[in-house]
C-alpha cells in the first residue's frame, strides 16, 4: 500500500483566550491536507456559560485553564486525531504576563494531549514558522496575510471551510496545520 492511501489526522491549536481549533485530514505521503472542522472557542464565555462560579471561586485565569482542559478532551475524544500541532508560546517583552499565559495554555493543550494518548506526536511551531510556512509576503503585520495566503496553496483543499467566515483564530489553526503538512514532507524536515 502506497503511503498516500494512508490518510491520518491531525489538530491544530492556535492557543489563547481564544481558542483556534482546526481538525484536518492528510495522507502519509503529505501530498495533501484538508480541513475537516474548524472553530473557535471564546474560553471566557465557555466559563461564563457552563461554571461560573468556578471564576469567582478561583479567579478567571484558573477558569479558563479548567475550560481549555475541558474543551480539548471533547475534542480529541471526538476527533481521535493521530498527531497535534500548535503554535508554541512566545515572550514579548512588553508583554510578559501574555507570554506567560501562552505557555500555560500550550502545556494544558500538551497535557490533554498525553492523557488522550501517552505517545501521541506533538509538534510545536514558532509563528514566524507558521507564516513562512504558509508563503506570506510579509512574516508580520496585517492580519489578512494567512487569510490571502491560504487560497493559493494548491495542497491546501479548503472545499469544507469558507474561511471568509472564520475569524482569525479559526485562519491560524488551519495554517498550523498546513505548518505540519509542511514541515513534515520529505526533504522539510530537520
Given at each position: ?5 494512508i490518510t491520518y ?25 484538508k480541513p475537516l ?51 508554541n508560546a512566545f ?100
Open positions: 500500500m502506497r503511503s498516500e492511501d489526522r491531525v489538530i491544530s491549536l492556535d492557543p489563547g483566550a481564544n481558542l483556534g481549533i482546526t481538525v484536518s485530514e492528510g495522507d502519509l505521503g503529505m501530498t495533501y491536507i472542522h474548524t472553530e473557535t472557542v471564546d474560553l471566557n464565555k465557555w466559563v461564563a456559560r457552563s461554571c461560573p462560579d468556578l471564576a469567582a471561586t478561583f479567579g478567571s485565569r484558573f477558569a479558563r485553564i479548567y475550560a481549555l482542559r475541558q474543551v480539548l478532551s471533547n475534542v480529541f475524544r471526538k476527533w481521535q486525531p493521530d498527531f497535534m500541532a500548535n503554535e515572550m514579548m517583552i512588553r508583554r510578559v504576563t501574555a507570554g506567560i499565559i501562552l505557555a500555560e495554555y500550550v502545556l494544558v493543550m500538551k497535557m490533554v494531549a498525553y492523557e488522550y494518548d501517552p505517545a501521541l506526536p506533538i509538534y510545536g511551531y514558532a509563528p514566524f514558522e507558521i507564516k513562512a510556512s504558509v508563503k506570506t509576503k510579509k512574516l508580520s503585520g496585517q492580519k489578512t496575510l494567512v487569510t490571502d495566503a491560504l487560497p493559493l496553496l494548491a495542497d491546501l483543499d479548503l472545499t469544507n471551510v469558507d474561511i471568509t467566515k472564520l475569524d482569525e483564530h479559526s485562519i491560524d489553526s488551519i495554517a498550523i496545520g498546513y505548518c505540519f503538512l509542511h514541515k513534515n514532507r520529505k526533504g522539510n524536515k530537520k
